[in-house]
């Protein structure tokens, strides 16, 4: 019989891969599994977290205030600091079901060790579900994970001008 805790990677350039992911803690959590959801490289903010917490997931962020290419290097090494602290204690917590989300980006941003990453992923406990979501997917992710989905954007509002929506793209 296969090992039960599969990896799922939600990738690509379009919109969705969060999104995805909200929807299997949704799911997971409406079946009583213990769900934790870490949100690297944003800031803690997003909408979607305040109905996971109503369900009883465990979220927990980074609180990054800004984007990566606007940080001085003092800020980026505090932050790569804290990135590698949040998953470093968040893979001592019980879960039936991790979320990693941005957890890619972070990789190739050299915010988040790799390392670490790939030791959450190949050393997981049996039975944990674990998601990497995020831009930019390392070869090696595509291959630890069972399911590889590519959010492939075909068009999208960005593009003639329209800038994020609250409730919709955050």
């Given at each position: 019989?296969?090992?039960?805790?599969l990896?799922?990677l939600?990738t690509?350039?379009?919109k969705?891969k969060?999104?995805?992911?909200?929807?299997?803690c949704?799911r997971a959590?409406?079946?009583?599994?213990?769900?934790v959801?870490?949100?690297?490289?944003k800031?803690?903010q997003?909408?979607?977290l305040?109905?996971?917490?109503?369900?009883?997931v465990n979220v927990?962020?980074?609180?990054?205030?800004?984007f990566?290419?606007?940080?001085n290097?003092?800020?980026k090494?505090?932050?790569r600091?804290?990135m590698?602290?949040?998953?470093t204690?968040t893979?001592?917590?019980?879960?039936d079901?991790?979320?990693?989300?941005?957890?890619?980006?972070?990789?190739?941003?050299?915010?988040?060790?790799e390392?670490l990453?790939?030791?959450a992923?190949?050393?997981?406990?049996?039975?944990?579900?674990l998601?990497?979501?995020?831009?930019g997917?390392?070869?090696?992710?595509r291959?630890?994970?069972?399911?590889?989905?590519?959010m492939?954007?075909?068009?999208?509002?960005?593009n003639?001008?329209?800038?994020?929506?609250?409730?919709?793209?955050?």
């Amino acid at each position: 019989m296969e090992k039960t805790g599969l990896v799922h990677l939600y990738t690509g350039d379009g919109k969705g891969k969060t999104t995805a992911a909200v929807g299997l803690c949704v799911r997971a959590a409406g079946r009583g599994l213990r769900v934790v959801f870490v949100q690297f490289l944003k800031n803690g903010q997003s909408g979607e977290l305040a109905p996971l917490r109503s369900l009883g997931v465990n979220v927990r962020s980074g609180g990054v205030g800004t984007f990566v290419s606007r940080m001085n290097e003092t800020e980026k090494k505090e932050t790569r600091e804290r990135m590698n602290a949040l998953l470093t204690e968040t893979l001592e917590m019980p879960a039936d079901l991790l979320v990693l989300d941005e957890a890619c980006v972070a990789v190739s941003l050299g915010m988040l060790d790799e390392g670490l990453l790939r030791k959450a992923v190949e050393e997981r406990p049996d039975g944990r579900e674990l998601v990497l979501t995020g831009r930019g997917a390392k070869p090696w992710m595509r291959e630890a994970a069972d399911y590889v989905t590519v959010m492939e954007g075909e068009k999208h509002p960005f593009n003639r001008g329209v800038a994020a929506r609250e409730g919709i793209e955050y």
